[in-house]
C-alpha cells in the first residue's frame, strides 16, 4: 500500500493508548519518536481512552514511564473525564452513585458532583457505571435500586473486553450489561464510539472534526468514533485487529487508511 496523506489540512492527532500507543505494560516500538515527530511538526496531540479505572496524572506517569511524550495531563482524555464533565455542563451539579474506580471518583469530584453512598442511595440522580474490579452482588443491587427508583442510568462506556498480561479480561461493558438485565434500562453511553467523548475531545482541542486524525487499533469504538466527526482515520494492526479482519469490511467501518504501527506515521512526515 502507498501511504499517502495530506497533512497540511489537519491540526490534532486524537489517539488511542492501549493496542496503539502501548499493549499491556510495553510501548509499541518506535511509538515515541513518531509522536515526538507529530509534536514538532506543530500538531496539538490529544491521548483518548475509554478506560476510566485511572487518573490523567496516572496516564502521565505511565506515557513518560514508556519515552512517550506527553507535557501534562491535559493531553489525556479518559472516558471518566468525559461522563464529569457531559453531566457538568448538561444537568449541572448532580447526586451521583459511582460503580467504578478511582479514576470515575476523581474525575466526579473535580466536576463537583455530590458522590452518594449506600445509605443515601435512594437520593442518587445518576448511576455512572465504569470498570470496576471490586465489583460485586452488593454495587450491582444498589445501583440496581437507584436505577429503579428513577435515577437515570450511564455508561462511561461498554468495551466488553480489557487487554492485559494473562489476555484479555472482562470490560466495563460486562458490568453495565448485569445491570442493564436487571433493570431492563438502556445506558447513556459517553465513551467511544459515542458521539459524547468526540465532542469532549475537540472541544479540549478546539479545532473541528475534519480537521483531525483519529488513530486506533479497533474497528468498532476508535474508526466509529472517528467517522461520526467526519475525522481522517487511521487504523494500526497492533492491537486487537488483523489485515484478514479487514477483507470485506463496509464503507462505515473501513479506516482512510491501515498501517502495520503508529511508528510508520514517521513515513508520512
Not at 466536576?111 to 445509605?119: A, G, K, P, R, T
Not at 461498554?158 to 433493570?183: E, H, Q, R
Not at 453511553?189 to 467523548?197: A, E, L, M, Q, W
Amino acid at each position: 500500500m502507498k501511504l499517502t496523506l495530506n497533512f497540511s489540512k489537519f491540526k490534532s492527532f486524537i489517539i488511542d493508548l492501549d493496542g496503539c500507543v502501548y499493549r499491556g505494560e510495553e510501548p509499541i516500538e518506535g511509538a515515541g519518536e513518531a509522536i515526538s515527530l507529530l509534536r514538532r511538526r506543530g500538531f496539538k496531540i490529544l491521548f483518548l481512552t475509554n478506560n476510566s479505572t485511572k487518573t490523567p496524572e496516572e496516564y502521565v506517569e505511565i506515557l513518560r514511564s514508556m519515552d512517550i511524550p506527553v507535557t501534562s495531563r491535559n493531553e489525556v482524555l479518559t472516558s471518566a473525564i468525559a461522563t464529569a464533565r457531559y453531566l457538568r455542563d448538561r444537568y449541572g451539579e448532580c447526586r451521583i452513585f459511582p460503580v467504578g474506580m478511582q479514576g470515575l471518583l476523581r474525575a466526579l469530584e473535580e466536576c463537583n458532583h455530590q458522590i452518594i453512598d449506600e445509605e443515601n442511595i435512594d437520593n442518587a440522580e445518576f448511576v455512572v457505571v465504569g470498570l470496576d474490579m471490586n465489583f460485586n452482588y452488593q454495587k450491582l443491587s444498589l445501583a440496581c435500586r437507584a436505577i429503579m427508583k428513577g435515577a437515570k442510568f450511564i455508561a462511561t462506556n461498554t468495551d466488553s473486553t480489557l487487554p492485559s498480561k494473562a489476555g484479555l479480561l472482562p470490560g466495563a461493558g460486562a458490568i453495565v450489561n448485569a445491570i442493564k438485565t436487571v433493570t431492563g434500562v438502556e445506558p447513556v453511553v459517553i465513551g467511544k464510539p459515542s458521539r459524547i467523548i468526540m465532542d469532549v475531545a475537540l472541544k479540549v482541542l478546539d479545532v473541528n472534526g475534519d480537521e483531525c486524525v483519529v488513530i486506533g487499533d479497533r474497528l468498532d469504538t476508535d474508526i466509529t468514533a472517528g467517522k461520526k466527526i467526519g475525522a481522517y482515520t487511521v487504523l494500526v494492526l497492533t492491537g486487537v485487529i488483523r489485515k484478514e479482519d479487514l477483507e470485506g469490511l463496509d464503507n462505515e467501518l473501513k479506516p482512510d487508511l491501515v498501517l502495520e504501527s503508529i511508528a510508520d506515521l514517521k513515513k508520512l512526515l
